[in-house]
């Protein structure tokens, strides 16, 4: 085929226009990134690209991705010395499928105007060329192609062929980007689980093989050496008097191939004592019966610790102080609060407070309990339990509500004066204050 001799003003310094139309969209753009991910290329992508131009009778087979650059992901022949390297599309034969949207069949680049000013073309890799587009999600986002130092014809069946090879090609794209992507939340989240100190663990019942990682193994206070890796040698670190409460949640889990759930006392083998959180689930083999215990445990000594120094602040304060659930049941009461509430013969924790307390129903105890909780803000106010029949009750608003409700006071003539604060969603807590009238 004769070469048709280059036309004036058409050189290496008279650019093409890249991306025209639909090319440009961001959603196009963002897919093709995505794609591109991997900045070494894929080897099986270079396998692929070498069948097509083997199959094509060609000398060299390429597979590009085209965002605001473009990448070659797979290359033979000429093209494999560019795997991985990022070029500007707008010099490269593959933008004209991916601007197309359709397969692009040169038998003689130069003869081209889209082509013959290219520098492929113009150095003599590229006499001929054929490429078809790669669509993923609706997009054109690359293209596979085939070209040769030397003039030929494409036939129907050539651009059919290498349609066909364009689909194992993105196939192997999308799946190379599901792994980066897999890749990058594995590492975030073990970030994250690295950063709360949370080990994982992993019993084999047949076996009794009990698997630890290095968190787990540091959590206890061990190391892999030291550790038996069986069942027992997990007890003998748990605390004696946990050990059968212990037991009893891993052997339900395992009887039910369920949830299982414990915190736990451990006796490092230094002697320190920690307290530790699991959680995990039983897994059932083909049998439906429970074959292995897999889940996390975490180190808890720092919140326990914390919990006990507020209850411990909360005995020994002068202030009253209850907390309700969110079925308005007492949880807790501290002494003073006992002592408030002493006109009931029974302790107030596990009582509903509107029955404990009937008189408190439709009362401005109900409303600012209910109102603290329902707003999520303090509430401040007083009034009189029971309520007198000749006067209202009075209140003053200002400090933070909570939406716990509970009071009385042992002389039917007092006045109590309470701060309720919502601790969290709908379960409330109260500091009351009590005067006689």
């Known amino acids: 085929m004769p070469v048709e001799p280059e036309q004036p003003g058409l050189s290496a310094a008279t650019p093409r226009s890249p991306f025209r139309g639909p090319v440009t969209s961001p959603a196009r753009v963002e897919r093709a990134r995505s794609l591109s991910a991997r900045t070494d290329g894929l080897p099986s992508l270079n396998r692929l690209a070498e069948l097509a131009a083997q199959l094509l009778g060609v000398e060299s087979g390429q597979v590009s991705v085209i965002a605001e650059q473009q990448r070659v992901m797979g290359g033979s022949g000429l093209a494999a010395a560019t795997v991985g390297v990022a070029s500007d599309p707008s010099d490269s034969l593959c933008l004209l499928p991916v601007e197309d ?206 919990e006990a120094r507020v209850a411990r602040t909360l005995e020994a304060m002068p202030t009253a102080f209850y907390h309700l659930d969110r079925e308005w049941r007492f949880t807790y009461a501290n002494p003073e609060a006992r002592r408030l509430l002493g006109g009931i013969s029974s302790d107030p924790v596990g009582h509903v407070v509107w029955e404990l307390f009937p008189a408190t129903v439709g009362s401005d105890f109900e409303h600012y309990y209910r109102g603290a909780v329902e707003s999520g803000r303090p509430r401040s106010f007083e009034a009189y339990y029971p309520r007198r029949s000749t006067a209202g009750s009075r209140s003053a608003a200002g400090r933070r509500p909570t939406g716990s409700r509970s009071t009385s006071s042992r002389s039917p003539s007092a006045v109590s004066r309470r701060t309720c604060s919502p601790a969290r969603p709908a379960a409330p807590s109260c500091s009351p204050t009590s005067r006689a009238r």
Do not use: K, M
């Not at 030397?150 to 290498?162: F, G, I, K, M, Y």
């Not at 009794?208 to 892999?224: I, K, N, Q, S, Y």
């Not at 748990?238 to 339900?252: E, I, S, W």
């Open 101 to 306: 949207g359709g397969p692009v069949a040169i038998g003689d680049t130069r003869a081209d105007d889209r082509a013959r000013g290219l520098s492929a073309v113009r150095s003599g890799a590229a006499a001929s060329y054929l490429g078809v587009p790669l669509r993923s999600d609706g997009h054109v986002v690359g293209s596979l192609c085939v070209f040769d130092t030397a003039e030929r014809t494409w036939s129907p069946d050539d651009v059919r062929l290498l349609e066909q090879l364009a689909e194992p090609a993105l196939a192997e794209l999308e799946l190379a980007a599901l792994e980066s992507t897999y890749e990058e939340d594995r590492v975030v989240w073990q970030l994250a689980v690295d950063a709360a100190g949370v080990g994982a663990f992993d019993w084999e019942l047949a076996t009794g093989e009990l698997r630890w990682d290095e968190r787990l193994l540091e959590v206890f206070g061990t190391d892999r050496d030291s550790f038996g890796g069986t069942i027992e040698a997990f007890d003998a670190l748990v605390h004696p008097d946990d050990r059968d409460r212990v037991g009893a949640a891993l052997n339900d889990a395992i009887a039910t191939c369920g949830a299982y759930a414990a915190e736990y006392r451990v006796t490092r083998p230094d002697g320190t004592l920690r307290w530790v959180a699991a959680r995990g689930h039983a897994i059932a083999g083909p049998d439906g019966t429970a074959v292995r215990v897999i889940g996390a445990a975490y180190d808890t000594t720092s919140v326990r610790e914390g």
